[in-house]
Structure formats: C-alpha cells, structure tokens
C-alpha cells in the first residue's frame, strides 16, 4: 500500500486514481459525520452548495430529515443545526438523514467522490477507518485534509498522521514502505510530536481558535479525543454515507 496526504482539495490529484481516498475535517465536519452514524442517523448526504441541498433534502419527508448548516463555524439560518458533533444525540438523530454543507469539509469529500471507494474520517474514530483500510489493503490511499479556504490546517494534517502511524505499526512496514509523499512523512512526525497533546494542538490551530471566539471549547474537547467511534462512513453513492 502507497499512502499519499493531501493537505488541502486545491493540492489533490484531479485524475482520481487512488483506489480508497478519506476526507478529513477534524473541527468539525469528518467528527459530525462519525457522530450522526454513531448514533443512529440513517445516513449523511453532504453538499458543498447550500442550495442543492435545501433543493434536494425539499424532496425527503420532512419527519426524517434534519438539515445541518455550516458557514464560517455558526449555524445557516434555516437549518435545523449547525455543525457541532455534540448536536447529534440519539434522540435527535435515530432514523433520520443528515442533509449537511459545511465550508469545507464537504468541500473535500466531494472532491474525492468519484474515487472507488471513499470514506470520512476523523481522530474519534480513527482505530475503525485503520482496521476497515488494513482488512481492504488498498494499493493507492490518499488522505485528504479539508484545510481552511484553500489553506493548510494543523488538525487535519495531524489527524492523517494518526492513521497513517497507525497503518505503519499494525501492518508492521516501514516509513519507506508506506509513504508516497513528503506530505505522510511530515503528517506522521506531527502526530508523533502532539499525540499525548492534542486538545493543546487543536487549541493553538488557527480554526481551532476560530471555534474557541465562537464559545467551541467543548467541540474542541470532544474532537481532540482518538479511537472513541467504532464506525466507517463510507460512501454509497456520490455523497451519501
Ligand atoms: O469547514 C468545515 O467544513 C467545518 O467543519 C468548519 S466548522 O468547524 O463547522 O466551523
């Protein structure tokens, strides 16, 4: 297996060739997707565009659908939610579809999308998407992180480390064997630099902070946790998982 990081959609391949490809967004889109499945959604569609989805989600019963709205970390108006993962109780979720645009996490899944096989992950359910990647032995895996409007982000990057670290020790292979890219390498050492400190990382990353002006101390708390979900959100069709 090659792994690749990509840190941004903008720095992905356009010619789709991995044969698994992952979206990343930590803070917080991959981390509410995991959370929703967790707990009973019936499944996710993700949009990047606001109006495709409120056009689209128009068609489901309205008693099985909840819309999730993300612009520049608050709620949409005219959304049922924003994007926090901690909004997604059982009670709320159980049997529903999550109908959800975020700026950019769903962004990189739908750059992916055409990719055979397309999974989210974040670092809560990390252990899960390991195993699902080490039991499929993907010739070609990318993980792709979200970033910020076209930019690098610390979580994003930090959390592709944690799986790529993760691959590297449970499939017993070298650095050499694994990485693709300068970018696994980098992502690697970053996690190995925090993983004992996450929280703290997520604190000094720049949309980390962002979240903490808008009162997001406990989404923080929440996404900072590894290995908490044992689920893959995996795509069934483009954009729904
Ligand atoms: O950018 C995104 O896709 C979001 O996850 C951002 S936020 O954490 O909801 O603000």
New binding site residues.
């Given amino acids: 297996m090659k792994l690749f990081v990509y840190h941004t959609p903008e720095l992905t391949p356009s010619d789709r060739t991995a044969d698994c490809a992952i979206a990343i ?1 930590v ?3 991959t981390s ?1 997707i995991a959370t929703a499945l967790h707990v009973g959604a019936e499944a996710v569609q993700a949009f990047s565009d606001l109006d495709k989805l409120m056009q689209v989600s128009e068609d489901w019963p309205a008693e099985k659908r909840l819309r999730a709205g ?1 612009r ?2 608050s709620k949409v108006t005219g959304c049922d939610l ?2 926090s993962p901690l909004d997604c109780t059982p009670e709320l979720m159980a049997g529903k579809r999550l109908f959800i645009t ?6 990189a899944l739908q750059c992916i999308q055409a990719c055979p096989v397309v999974l989210t992950a974040a670092l809560i359910n990390r252990q899960a998407i390991v195993e699902y990647v080490l039991k499929q032995q993907p010739e070609t895996l990318w993980l792709v992180g ?1 970033g ?1 409007e076209g930019s690098f982000s610390l979580e994003d990057t930090v959390c592709a480390g944690a799986i790529a670290s993760a691959l590297m020790t449970q499939a017993n292979c070298t650095l050499e064997d694994l990485a693709g890219n300068d970018e696994t390498i980098s992502a690697i050492a970053l996690y190995r630099q925090w993983q004992n400190n996450l929280l703290e990382l997520l604190h000094h990353a720049s ?1 980390g902070q ?2 903490l002006r808008l009162d ?1 101390q406990e ?1 923080l708390k929440y996404c900072a946790q590894t290995d908490i979900l044992d689920i893959v959100p995996i795509q069934k069709s483009p954009g729904v998982l």
């Avoid at 975020?102 to 962004?107: A, E, L, W």
């Fill in positions: 967004d803070l917080r889109a509410t993300e520049g970390g924003g994007n975020t700026t950019n996490g769903t962004r979200s910020w949309h962002r979240l997001g989404d």
